[in-house]
Nanobody, 119 residues
Framework: QVQLVESGGGLVQAGGSLRLSCAAS????????MGWFRQAPGREREFVAA????????YYADSAKGRFTISRDNAKNTVYLQMNRLRSEDTAVYYC????????????WGQGTQVTVSS
């Protein structure tokens, strides 16, 4: 059973930046697609970004394109989400996940980290 531990969330003003990190316990991390999802109050969990096993292929939700960057360090079993030009609508709990770009494809979830963007 893989364990995912997110960090880096917090409170930031609109237009600011945050970097989320997710450390995975599984040694097969390097062969897994890793992703970030988020869930705002009263809304369904939604895809944000994903990275193929090598980091060479990345996928983004339209809301994240041009502002967020996903990256990974397989030597450290860690995936990152750099979020720039944050908006109030980015406020949500962000979850690290093992799997693809759909909630149903996720094999494991982290516990989540809160991101709050003040306007």
């Amino acid at each position: 059973q893989v364990q995912l531990v997110e960090s880096g969330g917090g409170l930031v003003q609109a237009g600011g930046s945050l970097r989320l990190s997710c450390a995975a316990s599984r040694r097969t991390f390097s062969s897994s697609t890793m992703g970030w999802f988020r869930q705002a109050p009263g809304r369904e969990r939604e895809f944000v970004a994903a990275s193929g096993w090598s980091g060479g292929r990345t996928y983004y939700a339209d809301s994240a394109k041009g502002r967020f960057t996903i990256s990974r360090d397989n030597a450290k079993n860690t995936v990152y989400l750099q979020m720039n030009r944050l908006r109030s609508e980015d406020t949500a709990v962000y979850y690290c996940a093992v799997g693809g770009t759909r909630v149903r494809a996720v094999e494991a979830w982290g516990q989540g980290t809160q991101v709050t963007v003040s306007s």
